[in-house]
């Protein structure tokens, strides 16, 4: 692992959730894989599997987070919690704070401790449940959304939070090479619709505009 945010007790936890992420993902090859679009009808399979980004992938979302400068940050999709504790470390340096989101009881349970070894619960706040009703309690201003969930929901869940997000907010949304992510990659692709967008491999970075 090249980097690693400098924080050591969150270092601490990301190493050993990147090696728990890695076995699990070998686990799952070893068993022939899986379609995540096959998945979205049932939101509370797949309990045990990490989903995760890679640690190129945390160190990217760090990097938006700090050079946005974002004080409050929201999280759709938190699994056992590795790009959240990226998203923590960078909040440590806005003084900012993260609302994620988690809908299965095993994963929560495990990102309480989580949260605990990596001493940030003064900055994370874990809404547990479906991120369609949880995140209806968020206040702004938002500024930035990460989308990590299932993929079909990323649309009812941009439109519950663009009302509080600040103009010049960033979205970034993950996994948009699968088909269950189209409609929400047509809808952010068209300035016309409030948001301008650039699709990088499989990750869309979006702007709010005016
Ligand atoms: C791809 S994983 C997230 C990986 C995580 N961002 C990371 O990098 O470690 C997607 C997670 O979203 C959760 N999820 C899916 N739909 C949800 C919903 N409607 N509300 C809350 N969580 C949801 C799933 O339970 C799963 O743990």
Redesign the pocket.
Known sequence: MDWLPKDPQIADELAR?HEA?DRSTAERRERGGFK?EENTDD??R??S?????SPE??RFVYMMALGAQARTVV??????????LYFAAAMRETGGRLIT????PD?CNALRDTFARAGVEDIVTL?E????E?LKQVEGPVDLL?L???KS?YLT?LDLLTPVMRPGAMVIG??LNLASAQEYSDRVSDPANGFLTQILGRTGLSVRLD
């Open positions: 959730l992420a995540p939101i509370v797949l309990g599997e990490y989903l995760a980004l992938e945390g999280e759709f999709g938190a699994s056992f919690g590795i790009s959240t989101t988690e809908v299965h994963k809404l449940g479906d991120a369609r949880t990460f990590d969930g299932w929901m869940v993950d996994n």
